[in-house]
């Protein structure tokens, strides 16, 4: 694999950089994150110059490029602010499942409208029952004429109060087994009767994105909201995964990167005994490890983003991405308050924000367990009960 940055790719990593420390201020940010606000003027103009559905096709107004690209938009996103980077970057989350399965016609009402700053959408899999293992869900799709009569709850669900539709994973054969084989997408829009979502409370960080409980009381929603085949849902999400681990992980590696940066940044500044803190060993192997975990995280990101454009899905490689990155994310942000001292566990120094919010790469999209689990599986197979 050729790890050298295209020309066009450079210049996609250098707009997105530039746009981002043009944009993300910092006082801004702190004042998102205190409001639990999403960054709404941002987003409108991330999406204006290109960067929210970069890797659509043209005809639905994105830019044509591959996930590779949405990769480096996110890692720079990220950098330069971990809480506006993982709100922007995931304003479109989901809609990939359209995207890849959708007709053309679902295609043009839901993905154009994201790119052009017009609507957020959001993807409902997780149940209060049904986390890591999603392979019943008690939200029920029950066709009645030609609708969907859907009834359940789904909780953690990103965007949820903000959300102008969700892709909801509903159990839609009842005899199915195993039970996977009788679940389906189907796209439920904002203000469709008796869909109601609420933030599920305070959280640890990313705290510019809403996270809501989704409830559906006899919620009808037309036929034609089905995404792709009845019945093939688990296994679409299972693809649309392959994916969005791969723009987790580069939220991953784009923390750590940021994190990183303003550690070696302070440690040049601080003088402690006499002597700028950069000139201790210690923290020089503090940053010599971090330097290389996040050079490992990205080759691992890069190689993963790239094969994914290659039209191959290889769930081990996906898997072996995010929960690479998502380890080094939470240890190099550590480590970047460590070095820090005390002004690291205070807010004004960015730090402790980007250790938050590094924190969930490692249980959306996936646990690091599950993630583990997905790497063995294809390591040592599968053991039969
Ligand atoms: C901020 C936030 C945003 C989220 N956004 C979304 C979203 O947009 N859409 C969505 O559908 N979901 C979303 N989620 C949900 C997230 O994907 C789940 O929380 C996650 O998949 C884990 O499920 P759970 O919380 O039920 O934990 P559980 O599945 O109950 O797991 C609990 C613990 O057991 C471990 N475990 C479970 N099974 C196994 C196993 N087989 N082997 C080893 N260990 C195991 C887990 O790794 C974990 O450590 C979000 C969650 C959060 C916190």
Known sequence: MEFELTEEQRDIKKAAKEFAEGEFDRELARELEQKHEFPWEIWRKACELGFIGIHFPEEFGGGGYGIFENVLVVEEFCRVDSGIGIALSLSDFASEVILRFGTKEQKEKYLTPLTQGKAISAGGFTEPDHGSDITLMSTQAIKEGDEFVINGTKTFITNGV????????CQTNFDASPTYRGQ??????KGTPGFEATEVGEKMGIKMTSTAELSFRDVRVPAE???????RGFYQVLEFFDESRIEIAAQAVGIAQGAYERALQYAKERMQFGRKIAEFQAIQHKLAEMATKIETARLLLYKA???????????KLT????FYAGRVAVEVADEAIQIFGGYGYIADYDVERFYRDARITEIYEGTREIQKNTIASAIVGKWKK
């Open 319 to 322: 898997s072996m991405a995010k």
């Open 225 to 231: 909201n089905l995404v792709g085949e009845e019945n």
């Open 184 to 189: 389906s997408t189907i796209i439920v829009e």
């Open 305 to 315: 983003a790239w094969n994914f454009d290659q039209g191959r899905i290889d769930p």
């Open 162 to 169: 903000i959300a102008d539709y969700v892709v909801v994973l």
